[in-house]
C-alpha cells in the first residue's frame, strides 16, 4: 500500500511517502489555501507514487471533515474536496491526533504539540481522542498563548518553559495518562522534561498518517 502523508503547519506543509526515505518541505503561511496547497503538493511529489492521501490538519476535525478554518493559514478548507482535487482516496486528521497516533505505545496516551500554536490529543487503548485545549483559558490568555510562538516570544525561552511544565502538569493531572509525549518543532527548546514525559519527533506524525490507513473499507480497495 503507497501512501502519501502530508502535515500542514503554520510554517511548512511536510510530505513523506511510505515508500521513500526522503522527507520534503514546501513553506507555509496565511498565503496557503487548500487549493494552492493541492498544486504545491503534487508539484513537490510528481516523481513519487502513491495510492492513498493522510493529512494531518491544523485545526477541528469531526468524522473526518474539517470544522474550522486554521488561524495561521489562508482561508476556504471548511468543505474542501480533497479527494476530487487530488484524485486519490484521502483521510484527514487533526495534527496532532495524527502524531499522537504515531507515537502511541499503549496505555493512556497524552500529546501535547508545542509549534506555532499548541496541539493536544489523548490515545485511548489505540483510540484518538481529539482535544482542542489550546484556547481554553490560562492565566490572563489562554493556554496557546504561553504555550504557543507567541508565548515564546513575549516572554522569552526560560518563562516559556516554566510555563510549558505547568501546563503539562495540569494536564497530566485532569488525564491522568500512562505516557505524555511532547512533539512539535519547538519542543527541542525545552532543557528538560516533567518525570513520566518524552520527547516526540516529526517522523511520528507520519507514522499516524501510515497507521490511519491501516483499514480500508471494500468501497475503497
Known amino acids: 500500500m503507497k501512501i502519501l502523508v502530508i502535515d500542514i503547519g503554520g510554517t511548512n506543509v511536510k510530505v513523506k511517502a511510505n515508500n521513500d526515505q526522503e522527507r520534503r518541505k514546501i513553506p507555509s503561511g496565511s498565503f496557503m489555501n487548500p487549493e494552492k496547497m493541492v498544486s504545491e503538493v503534487l508539484e513537490f511529489t510528481k516523481d513519487w507514487e502513491y495510492d492513498y492521501i493522510s493529512i494531518g490538519y491544523p485545526g477541528i476535525i469531526k468524522k473526518g471533515k474539517i470544522m474550522t478554518e486554521p488561524k495561521n493559514l489562508g482561508q476556504g478548507w471548511i468543505g474542501f474536496d480533497f479527494d476530487s482535487a487530488f484524485g486519490k482516496h484521502v483521510k484527514i486528521m487533526n495534527d496532532a491526533s495524527m502524531q499522537a497516533l504515531g507515537s502511541y505505545r499503549e496505555g493512556v496516551l497524552l500529546f501535547l504539540g508545542l509549534g506555532t500554536g499548541l496541539g493536544s490529543a489523548l490515545v485511548v487503548d489505540g483510540s484518538v481522542v481529539p482535544m482542542e485545549l489550546a484556547h481554553q483559558e490560562y492565566k490572563k490568555g489562554t493556554f496557546e498563548d504561553y504555550a504557543g510562538l507567541r508565548g515564546l516570544e513575549r516572554m522569552g525561552q526560560k518563562k516559556w518553559q516554566y510555563h510549558v511544565k505547568n501546563i503539562i502538569s495540569k494536564f497530566s493531572d485532569a488525564f ?24 516526540g519527533n516529526n517522523n511520528l506524525a507520519f507514522q499516524g498518517g501510515f497507521r490511519m490507513w491501516e483499514y480500508i473499507p471494500e468501497n475503497q480497495g
Open 176 to 199: 491522568l495518562p500512562d505516557d505524555v509525549v511532547i512533539g512539535g518543532g519547538n519542543s527541542k527548546l525545552l532543557t528538560e522534561l516533567p518525570q513520566g514525559c518524552r520527547f
